[in-house]
């Protein structure tokens, strides 16, 4: 997409840090770097989103993500790595291009953090099972 500041990076036409590249996608470190070596992937078909993604597109996407975490983890010797994926403003979407951060961690205080409620107390087995109702009549 040509206003696409992603697809931009792939045909190599905006400067990027890039890590590794094949036919179907293209790693590169985000300018941020919320942690060191905190890198994005993304396909080079352009896709919006989670949402409006070809289930081969995200299949090629994420079978990468296990040898490019690896790296990531072992260069810096990092403690741990999260995967993350944003979907929407709502959710801290900015780039709308599909995008996977791996994130690697170095223990607290190292720039990235996430709240994370454990509900689980408050929560019964009806309740569950109602809401994955609700789930499972949206999955075609
Ligand atoms: P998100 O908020 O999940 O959409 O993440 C978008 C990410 O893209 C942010 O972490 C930005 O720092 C990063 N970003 C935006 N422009 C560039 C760029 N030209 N090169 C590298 N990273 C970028």
Redesign the pocket.
Known sequence: MSDC??CK?VNGD?P?AKVYEDEEVYA?????Q?TKG?T?VVPKQHTKNIYETHPQVASNLFARIPKIATAVKEAFGADGVNI???NDEAA?????HL?I?VLPRYGQGDGFGLKWEDNSESTTQEQLQETAEKIKEKIS
């Not at 590169?28 to 941020?32: A, K, P």
């Not at 801290?92 to 709308?96: G, I």
């Open positions: 500041i992603f990076i905006i990027s590169f470190l985000d300018l941020s919320v905190h994005l993350v994926n944003n801290h979407q900015s780039v709308f995008h951060h």
